[in-house]
């Protein structure tokens, strides 16, 4: 099992946005694959899939923020 | 490293995105590149928006309609509804952020940066203001950013005013905000060649970022 969390993204920048969710719960994610695009104020990035496996879990709504460190899901 | 700069004149969104798409997959096709990318253009009259698209900050859509205005929605950059056009200096950066310890913080406010000491070298004084994205000029917004990054390689960049017709910005709410635009040419009262803002930018870039210009590949 793994969790995915908001990687550290640089000086000043301390949380995100999630803005949309490339997978479904229940669905299979390969390592590496864009899981979910997260938005700041001035960028849009992607989030990719630490392992291969099953997406448990969406921690996180669309629209909602995150901190640097935070669990955006879990992947079996 | 190298800064390659490809000067692309006056092209469609559609072309310059495309463009950067190539020039995307080159660079994470090839771990041994040794250079980030900017490209330079200018756009006919184009509205754009990013991922989320508020029909609110659209104020004149028959406008867009009768003149012809190119409207390109969905973009993957950050930011709201925009306006790019004739005289708006466009800088598309297509950077390896691998190569720059994938600070992504670090590489907004380097490009902050390049387009105030840009601008200032014209004897126009800037900022940014907390809280409020782009770069600014007497509270008024000069110039705007967003950043698209994909796999540590970034795309999009920012559209600097320099000679705007300003007017087309009330068609839109600009970012989403209740703000002025201004341009470099409003703020001298004077026309400015963008060729020069362009030669100036260049040199911050590479002054900033540490790269040394790529001569074969500049300004073709």
């Known amino acids: ?76 | 490293m190298y800064l390659s700069v490809i000067d692309l004149g006056r092209v469609s969104f559609k072309e310059a995105f495309w463009r950067q798409i190539q020039l995307h997959r080159e660079i994470l096709e090839d771990d041994a590149c040794r250079s980030h990318t900017i490209i330079l253009c200018e756009h006919p009259h184009t509205i754009t928006t990013g991922k989320k698209v508020n029909a609110e900050n659209l104020l004149d859509y028959k406008f867009i309609k009768d003149n012809n205005v190119d409207f390109v929605v969905g973009i993957n950059r950050g930011g709201d509804i925009t306006y790019h056009g004739p005289g708006q200096l466009m800088g598309y950066l297509i950077f390896d952020l691998r190569k720059l310890n994938r600070n992504l913080g670090g590489f907004l406010n380097k490009i902050e940066d390049v387009i105030i000491k840009t601008i200032t070298a014209f004897n126009i004084s800037t900022y940014t203001k907390s809280g409020f994205r782009g770069i600014w000029v007497n509270e008024q917004k000069i110039a705007s950013i967003g950043i698209g990054v994909d796999r540590w390689v970034s795309l999009h960049g920012f559209g600097l005013n320099v000679s705007t017709d300003l007017s087309f910005f009330d068609i839109i709410k600009p970012c989403g905000m209740d703000i002025k635009m201004t341009s470099m040419k409003e703020q001298l009262a004077r026309q400015v060649d963008i060729n020069l803002v362009k030669e100036e930018l260049v040199r911050q870039v590479c002054d900033i970022f540490k790269l040394e210009s790529s001569r074969e590949h500049a300004f073709v």
Request: proline content about 4%.
């Open chain 1, 1 to 76: 099992m793994a969790s995915v969390v908001l990687p550290e993204l640089g000086e000043g920048i301390e949380k995100a946005t999630v803005s949309y969710w490339h997978f479904e719960v229940g669905k299979e994610v390969k390592e590496g694959d864009e899981l979910v695009e997260m938005a700041t104020d001035k960028a849009v990035f992607n989030v990719p899939s630490p392992i291969t496996g099953i997406l448990q879990e969406k921690l996180v709504e669309e629209g909602k923020e995150v901190k640097v460190g935070e669990a955006l899901a879990v992947i079996e």
